[in-house]
């Protein structure tokens, strides 16, 4: 079977990496070869850049942000996510695109069609196979949360804007299922396991 390529999506503190590590386990155990990763900060590079882009000391303009973050995305896609698929390896990242969308376009202001161009020029068009959006109410979201980067420091109007436009996006993505990340971490990872294709 075609190695898959996962993203797991949602606002800060929805669950993602407890997802990202939970489903490897099970994935392992199946006994696919799984890569896990993260945006930002999927390769070395990306952990400079992430180190930036969550500095909350640091003022970033939007458009600025959005180019931080297509870096990120270039190089994770070229140095670890394509080469990782191309030698059979399952690969889960914790965001990739639609986070762009969500909060650059829909959080940020940036327009939706010029974050989706960029970023289909970042990946070379490379797109998940399934991608996952692990949904809190945004509430839930800030009250899980302890110290706040430069993202989870902006306020319940800014996450609204952004769980509504996931909520939204999520239904023109292809193999896109929304999954309430409100349950038991075992709960939501039996979930996603459910719908791949497992045999
Ligand atoms: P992440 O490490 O996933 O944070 P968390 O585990 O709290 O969800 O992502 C860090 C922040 O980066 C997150 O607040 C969202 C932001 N981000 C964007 O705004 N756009 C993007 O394209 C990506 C990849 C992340």
Redesign the pocket.
């Known amino acids: 079977m075609k190695p898959l390529f996962i993203v797991l999506e ?5 669950g ?2 407890t997802q990202l590590a939970l489903l490897s386990r099970e994935l392992s155990r199946r006994g696919i070869p799984v890569v896990v990763t ?4 999927g390769t070395e590079l990306g952990r400079a850049l ?1 180190g930036i ?2 500095d909350p000391g640091r003022r970033i303009e939007p458009l600025a ?2 180019f931080l ?1 297509l870096a ?2 270039r190089q994770h896609v070229e140095e670890l996510i394509r080469p990782a698929l191309e030698a059979g390896k399952w690969v889960i990242s ?7 969308v ?3 376009g829909y ?2 202001g940036i327009p939706v069609d010029l974050v989706r161009e960029l970023n289909a020029i970042a990946t070379g068009g490379l797109e998940p196979d399934y991608t996952f959006l692990l949904d809190v109410p945004p509430e839930v979201a800030l009250e899980r ?1 302890g110290t706040k ?4 420091a902006e306020g319940l109007a800014f996450r609204t804007r952004v769980r509504q436009a996931y909520l939204e996006l999520i239904k023109g993505v292809p193999n896109g299922h929304v999954i309430d990340a409100t349950g038991p971490p075992e709960e939501v990872c039996r979930r996603i396991l459910e719908l791949l294709p497992l045999a």
């Open positions: 949602g606002p800060d503190a929805a993602k990496s993260r945006e930002p900060g992430r882009l969550l942000e959005l973050l990120d995305r914790s965001r990739y695109t639609l986070s762009s969500a909060y650059q959080g940020r949360t980067d430069r993202f989870e």
